[in-house]
């Protein structure tokens, strides 16, 4: 199969809500997206729900009222990791469902009062969890135009890509313990720095504080060690995608990486968005990946369009300070690398994967100056800070400084959007 295929009866752009703020054309949970997540509140335990509108929908009060073909035990827990285990056709048959339920011409929940008072909670009250048990985590680096601005700035122009890049997505093993929610502060690491007039390296705070706008799939079919997933197939085992801040230590991580790549750079924080928005969700905004030259080997290889139409957006919120500056506009289409390929690589030595693995897209950074994911490049190495709309510059990030990531895909007077991926920085300890 070349992907996931959908439920057009979900996706359809005439399809209303009763909920009447899910019909808001700049709303990111419509009913047309119904993304999975974890929430508490003061009165109630972790539990598993969907966004729709401003309010969050108890999977768990709906599947007691016997609404969901799932059993309510699978959604009265403090992660997604059951329900995703019961797989596919249960993860499509809950959906659908609450799509049904929620569609403008049905009464069922509608017009039940008790029912309804149980099963909604405003987003505002309640307190999103991380949405899944992360057993491993993989970060890949898939943008030719995030790898070529690196390689300019560390090699030169002509050796920007380095002869493996074009051959396999480059990945690395990534610290699953330290992936957090979107809202977890995030304190600055320290380590070993390198400075260019010392003959060895100091002890001290990062200085080169950095994020990377990413997007990650969550794996929901694992495969069995030693059975590598076919690139054709490889979608139908995404449960989904979250946003994704790799934060990154850059003086740090210039110092450690060779020979081995990153380690402390990155192991202090990974922060992904609260709702896991599925691929059915998003197969209308399927789109072309770019032309691969050379052709991928035969493992790597796949029919049909595998990229997604998602805007991306990068927000800077100085420290004590109230108003946003977008500091970064750029499109998860660019990715030369598609998330099947990375998936059908990741495996095609025998590596199994489980329910709930993270697999980070890499930075996405587009063909133009302002649409670079990262403040590496987006200030050159820092030696072109931004300048705010707010006065102030910034060539990395600095302490009580709030960096948020957002993304949607826009559709006809409705948009399929992630909600926030953000974190601010405390000092180091």
Known sequence: MNHAGTNDITTSKQLRSWVE?????????PIQNLPYGVFRTQDRGP??????????????????????????????????NAFIAAGRQTWRGVREAVSSL???????????????EKAFVRQDE??????VEVPGYTDFYSSKEHATNVGMMFRDAKNALLPNWLEIPIGYNGRASSVVVSGTPVRRPKGQVKLPDQERPVFTACRKLDIELETGFIIGVPNELGTPIP?????????????????SARDLQAWEYVPLGPFNAKTFATTISPWIVTLDALEPFRTAQPMQSPQPLEYLQHSGEHAFDIHLEVRMTPAGGSRASTIARTNFKHMYWSMAQQLAHHTVSGCNTRVGDLMGSGTISGPTPESFGSLLELTWNGKDPLTLETGERRAFVEDGDRMTLAGWCQGDGYRIGFGECAGTILPAA
Request: proline content about 4%.
């Open 231 to 247: 690139c054709a197939d490889a979608e139908a085992h995404i449960f989904g995608m979250v946003l994704l801040n790799d934060w």
């Open 47 to 80: 539990r598993a729900g969907v966004a729709i509108g401003h309010l969050v929908l108890d999977l768990h009060v709906l599947a007691e009222a016997r609404l969901l073909p799932a059993e309510a035990r699978l959604f009265a827990q403090a992660s997604l």
């Open 126 to 131: 309640a307190t999103m969890l991380l949405p």
């Open 21 to 29: 703020s899910a019909n808001d054309p700049l709303c990111d949970f």
């Open 102 to 116: 929620l569609e403008a011409g049905n009464a069922r929940l509608r017009d039940d009062s008790a029912l309804r």
